[in-house]
């Protein structure tokens, strides 16, 4: 057991050790740390304990060394981590060092746990797909011809990723509001989010022309993070055409600030998600690599101060695992660098309450969603809360990613 109190429903038990970046008003350099219960280890107070290859790495001020290190170097931190944390450990026997590197998570400030180079969007729930296919395209149409051939995904903009708790501002953008007349200029009127996950890659960087192979693949995964891709539906449909998102997706991309390792996650992996038709040679692996994480999605109005839970979903909803998504973005020969970021897109379940989005909750602004104290939402309101949360549980055992928030603040008016 942990010498470190892990109270009774904590995402953060032993069992998880969960990598974020963090700093205090005391020592407000930003440092690399684990979760452990209400508590953070600072790895850079503890560095001596760890080989002296991977030192560096953990005294540094963001993840990314210690992702380029590898697998082995993961395990070895993990393992290390564990039995420092465990009763009758030299940490534990020592109280002056625990003062130094034991820090409460209510005196931390959490940082973006990386510096993100690249950030991949996909569009791998086929609950979402079909959805949003359904209502504007019909259910004849719904998935387009390419969807169960290959994992499909865009660019997104790293620079506009931020950690849970960062402010969200309705943006301004084009739309057009009525079909076949000009398009008009303003604030978002379908401001929405997008509860997604995503995770980090890891591994010495590759060079352009080659590829990770989905054998390969799992070794690349250095952790997940939870995820809200904030998304201007209004802005989004009049400008995808013909290249795909732009500005509805750039004005923000909110993450949690805990890294959930994969190692943490096996006790709750489950089968892959069927796929018809088999797909391409170098997208099949046998592998199991999708996880019952539960997930779910709170509104919380300013006015009320009440959160209600307008969503309840789960990862295992996913058509495309994480390594079908790394080998088809490198089948071109596209390097990857520690650091990438790479999300799953919107993750929708088949019951109406599992929907992603409020898209889809509301089924296109038709059907209003209730809240707490008798407000509806059709979409998002300047000063609303949305709080993302994930988690994994088999009645013993609880490892979870903590919350995902953020507020839309209003749109800044703009000077014409």
Not at 14 to 21: A, D, M, S, T
Request: negative net charge.
């Amino acid at each position: 057991m942990s010498f470190v109190p892990v109270p009774q429903g904590s995402d953060f038990p032993i069992e998880n050790l969960p990598y974020g970046v963090f700093s205090t008003t005391v020592k407000p350099t930003a440092r690399i740390g684990v979760a452990i219960g209400d508590q953070i280890l600072d790895l850079s107070a503890v560095a001596q304990f760890y080989p002296e290859h991977v030192r560096a790495a953990l005294g540094a001020t963001v993840l990314n060394d210690l992702m380029a290190l590898g697998c082995d170097a993961w395990k070895e931190v993990r393992r290390i981590t564990r039995d420092l944390l465990l009763e009758g450990s030299a940490l534990h026997k020592d109280a002056a060092l625990q003062a130094e590197a034991l820090v409460a998570q209510a005196d931390a400030k959490m940082h973006l746990p990386a510096n993100i180079g690249d950030y991949t969007d996909f569009y791998s729930s086929i609950h979402h797909a079909t959805n949003v296919g359904v209502m504007f395209r019909g259910k004849e149409n719904a998935l387009m011809p390419n969807w169960k051939h290959l994992p499909v995904g865009y660019h997104g903009r790293a620079s506009s990723v931020v950690v849970s708790g960062t402010p969200i501002r309705r943006p301004y953008g084009q739309t057009l509001p009525v079909e076949g007349a000009d398009p008009a200029f303003g604030p978002c009127r379908l401001f929405d989010f997008e509860l997604e996950m995503a995770f980090l890659v890891g591994g010495p960087a590759t060079q352009l022309g080659d590829r990770v192979s989905v054998a390969e693949a799992a070794n690349r995964v250095f952790g997940f993070v939870l995820m809200n891709d904030w998304s201007a539906r209004d802005i989004q449909k009049w400008e995808y055409v013909p290249l795909g998102p732009f500005t509805a997706k750039n004005l923000g991309t909110s993450i949690s600030p805990w890294v959930v390792p994969v190692a943490a996650l096996e006790p709750f992996l489950v089968d892959n998600f069927p796929q018809d038709p088999q797909p391409f040679p170098y997208l099949r692996h046998e592998q199991k690599f999708n996880f019952d994480i539960k997930l779910e999605v709170d509104i919380k109005p300013k006015a009320t101060g009440v959160a209600t839970t307008v969503c309840r979903s789960n990862y295992r909803n996913l058509y495309w695992t994480a390594l079908q998504q790394i080998a088809h973005h490198t089948v071109t020969g596209c390097n990857l660098k520690p650091g990438d970021l790479m999300a799953s897109g919107t993750i929708s379940g088949d019951a109406s309450d599992s929907f992603g989005s409020m898209l889809e909750l509301s089924w296109k602004g038709t059907k209003p969603v209730p809240l707490a104290g008798g407000e509806t939402r059709k979409f998002l309101q300047d000063n609303d809360e949305v709080i993302v949360r994930g988690y994994c549980s088999n009645g013993e055992l609880r490892i979870g990613f903590g919350s995902c928030s953020g507020v839309v603040l209003p749109a800044t008016p703009f000077d014409e």
